[in-house]
T-cell receptor, first 106, second 114 residues
C-alpha cells in the first residue's frame, strides 16, 4: 500500500537556526497537505500543494512539492520558540507521515 | 463557526469493556475521519465516513467500528478493549466533496485502558 516517509523524526535546533522536514511517498500524490500539532494540541492545517513543482510561502515557512509529485518539504527560516511542535505531511487523503518533532532552544 | 467537537475529552476503561466516542463536525462538513494517535505510531487512519457511508477504512481490527448519522455527527465504537488501545482518538471533518480537502481536527478523546 501507499507509504509516506517523513524525515527526520526529531530535530532540536537553536532559536534562529533554520529547519527542514521532508516527506517522501512511494506513489504519486494528487496533492499534499501539511499540518502542525503543538504539544498537547491537535493537528492544524497549514497548507495544501497541488501542482508539480509548486512552492508556497507563509511568512517564515516555505513549502515545496516535487516535480514528480512524490516528495515535499517544509522549511522554516530563523526558527522561533513558537515553531515548537510536530509537523505532519498528509498525502492522498488517508496517509499521514509519522511527523517531525521540532524543539527550539532559546 | 464552531469547530469540531469531540466528547468525552477523557475516558478511563478497563480491559474487555467497550467504549463509544462522539464527534460533531463543523457545520456543513459531510466527511468525518477518525485517527488513533500514539507516541510511537503517529497518526493512524481508522476510517472515513461521508454522507452516512463508510468511504475508506484503515488497517484496524473489527473491534473498531463507526457510523455516521444524517446530521453528519459520527460515533466510533471499540469493543473488547485491550491495553494497546490506550491512545488519543482524533476526529477530523472536511467538506469531503472530493476526498482531498483540508481536515479540521477536534481536540480528541484521550482513552486510557487499565
Amino acid at each position: 500500500g501507499q507509504q509516506v516517509m517523513q524525515i527526520p523524526q526529531y530535530q532540536h535546533v537553536q532559536e534562529g537556526e533554520d529547519f527542514t522536514t521532508y516527506c517522501n511517498s512511494s506513489t504519486t500524490l494528487s496533492n499534499i497537505q501539511w499540518y502542525k500539532q503543538r504539544p498537547g494540541g491537535h493537528p492544524v492545517f497549514l497548507i495544501q500543494l497541488v501542482k508539480s513543482g509548486e512552492v508556497k510561502k507563509q511568512k517564515r515557512l516555505t513549502f515545496q512539492f516535487g516535480e514528480a509529485k512524490k516528495n515535499s518539504s517544509l522549511h522554516i527560516t530563523a526558527t522561533q520558540t513558537t515553531d515548537v511542535g510536530t509537523y505532519f505531511c498528509h498525502g492522498n487523503k488517508l496517509v499521514f507521515g509519522a511527523g517531525t518533532i521540532l524543539r527550539v532552544k532559546s | 463557526k464552531a469547530g469540531v467537537t469531540q466528547t468525552p475529552r477523557y475516558l478511563i476503561k478497563t480491559r474487555g469493556q467497550q467504549v463509544t466516542l462522539s464527534c460533531s463536525p463543523i457545520s456543513g462538513h459531510r466527511s468525518v475521519s477518525w485517527y488513533q494517535q500514539t507516541p510511537g505510531q503517529g497518526l493512524q487512519f481508522l476510517f472515513e465516513y461521508f454522507s452516512e457511508t463508510q468511504r475508506n477504512k484503515g488497517n484496524f481490527p473489527g473491534r473498531f467500528s463507526g457510523r455516521q448519522f444524517s446530521n453528519s455527527r459520527s460515533e466510533m465504537n471499540v469493543s473488547t478493549l485491550e491495553l494497546g488501545d490506550s491512545a488519543l482518538y482524533l476526529c477530523a471533518s472536511s467538506s469531503g466533496a472530493g476526498g482531498g480537502e483540508p481536515q479540521h481536527f477536534g481536540d480528541g478523546t484521550r482513552l486510557s485502558i487499565l
